[in-house]
Nanobody, 117 residues
């Protein structure tokens, strides 16, 4: 059974930075794309960033381009989300996800990020 475990969330002031981590219990981690999504309070879950299996291609939501960076370390079975210049609109539960069968079908439990103004 695949497990994704996020960590690194917390409370940060506007303008600050955080790094989220997602550890995956995938047998061949390097075979799978990884993604980050978030769910702001009272809103639907939304796409944040994704990275292909090798780390050579990355994709970002317009709202985070230039501020967030997704990366992965296949030797550690871990994906990261580096978040800079945070603002209160980035407050959300952040989830990592992967594609096992089709679309984004496997999720972690989420980690809370709160940005104070």
């Amino acid at each position: 059974q695949v497990q994704l475990v996020e960590s690194g969330g917390g409370l940060v002031q506007a303008g600050g930075s955080l790094r989220l981590s997602c550890a995956a219990s995938l047998r061949i981690f390097s075979s799978y794309p990884m993604g980050w999504f978030r769910q702001p309070p009272g809103k639907e879950r939304e796409f944040v960033a994704a990275i292909n299996w090798s780390g050579t291609k990355t994709y970002y939501a317009d709202s985070v381009k230039g501020r967030f960076t997704i990366s992965r370390d296949n030797a550690k079975n871990t994906t990261y989300l580096h978040m800079n210049s945070l603002n209160p609109e980035d407050t959300a539960i952040y989830y990592c996800s992967t594609i096992i069968d089709s679309t984004w079908d496997t999720w972690g439990q989420g980690t809370q990020v709160t940005v104070s103004s």
